[in-house]
């Protein structure tokens, strides 16, 4: 299915992304809307004639826009719209000044340009592309959204491919959503060595994952439980992973309730078989198999937007929060 979230052209394999990241810091980067400008002779890089060679072209990208069929897609927007405006500029325009006179023109507070993290890398040049907008919570007058997305930087005439995943909280007046602060995640480093399941979904071509969630593993602080139903689950499905353990709430929103994510004790699929699960034209059959095949695989709490009968206690449940997505979580 087609959606405005998707960019023109579909983005790196995860293998070509696995090889671009090479020596680049998967934490240190953001995400980027709009179409990047077209590549201008860099200063530093030189032809073997002496005169300035073109710079290297960044990918072109494009803006993620909600579809009707969001539960709150002005929240989406507003949360999205900040997060391309810090993580994307053309050349010249990088650093926090311009960054918060971008986040500004959109009437949103500048100083959460501070808040930003490995979303405004030093760089010439970026160019982000959301990859997904989630849900972390959705309540009457507050939300989570978490901001899925990869970022590709220009220093000198050398290109750098990462990303990171944005917890943009937001609150509710009168005149709409507002944007009050950015938890980008923080991954932490690579373990010098994983779980063999960790390794095999690493390889798994049917298991799409975007930087965050993919440096989430490679730390070795994701439970095998989360792995083997991975597994599992890309032997029947082709699954586009949003986010595993870190950029997700601490807590269930709006409660003091732990969160399995940040445990590394679950994960969330936005999108099985190439069907986002918040599209109405995605088949309800899909999803329903999924998230039964997802409890058959070790899950004691499995959510979505279809609210399933049967199963241990609390093993299925749906609500606005999990209208985008489907939740996979395990007790060890």
């Known amino acids: 299915m087609t959606r405005s979230r998707v960019p023109s052209a579909p983005p790196p394999g995860r293998r070509a992304v696995l090889t671009t990241l090479a020596g680049v810091a998967l934490g240190a980067a953001g995400c980027s809307g709009g179409t990047t400008p077209a590549a201008r002779p860099s200063r530093s890089a030189t032809s073997r004639t002496g005169s300035p060679s073109p710079s290297p072209a960044?990918?072109?990208?494009?803006?993620?826009?909600?579809?009707?069929?969001?539960?709150?897609p002005a929240a989406k927007?507003?949360?999205?719209?900040?997060?391309?405006?810090?993580?994307a500029w053309p050349e010249g325009r990088g650093g926090a000044a311009a960054a918060r006179a971008r986040v500004a023109a959109?009437?949103?507070?500048?100083?959460?340009v501070g808040q930003a993290g490995p979303l405004l890398p030093t760089a010439d040049q970026a160019a982000l592309q959301?990859?997904?907008?989630q849900y972390g919570g959705i309540l009457a007058r507050s939300a989570s959204v978490l901001v899925v997305c990869r970022q590709w930087t220009r220093r000198g005439g050398r290109v750098g491919a990462g990303g990171t995943t944005v917890d943009v909280r937001l609150s509710r007046s009168g005149s709409g959503w507002t944007v009050d602060a950015l938890r980008p995640a923080h991954p932490g480093p690579a373990a010098r060595s994983l779980a063999p399941d960790v390794r095999g979904v690493l390889s798994d071509d049917r298991i799409a994952l975007p930087p965050a969630a993919l440096a989430d593993l490679r730390s070795g602080q994701v439970h095998t439980s989360v792995a083997k139903?991975?597994?599992?689950?890309?032997?029947?499905?082709?699954?586009d992973v949003s986010v595993v353990r870190s950029g997700h709430p601490l807590d269930v929103f709006g409660t003091g309730r732990p969160s399995d994510h940040p445990r590394g004790r679950a994960f969330d699929v936005w999108r099985i078989d190439g069907h986002a699960v918040v599209d109405p034209a995605t088949p309800r059959g899909l999803i329903?198999?999924?998230?039964?095949?997802?409890?058959?695989?070790?899950s004691y709490n499995v959510g979505g937007p279809v609210r399933l009968s049967g199963g241990g206690a609390g093993q299925f449940f749906s609500d606005a929060t999990h209208h985008d997505h489907v939740h996979v979580g395990f007790r060890t």
């Not at 494009?62 to 539960?71: G, L």
């Not at 927007?77 to 993580?87: D, F, N, Y």
């Not at 959301?130 to 907008?133: G, M, R, S």
């Not at 329903?288 to 070790?298: I, N, P, S, T, V």
């Open 288 to 298: 329903e198999r999924f998230m039964r095949d997802a409890a058959a695989a070790g």
């Open 58 to 72: 960044l990918p072109r990208t494009t803006p993620w826009r909600p579809t009707s069929a969001e539960v709150q």
């Open 77 to 87: 927007l507003r949360a999205v719209q900040v997060v391309e405006a810090i993580g």
């Open 229 to 239: 139903a991975m597994l599992a689950l890309a032997r029947t499905y082709r699954l």
């Open 130 to 133: 959301v990859v997904d907008a």
């Open 106 to 112: 959109l009437g949103q507070s500048a100083t959460l």
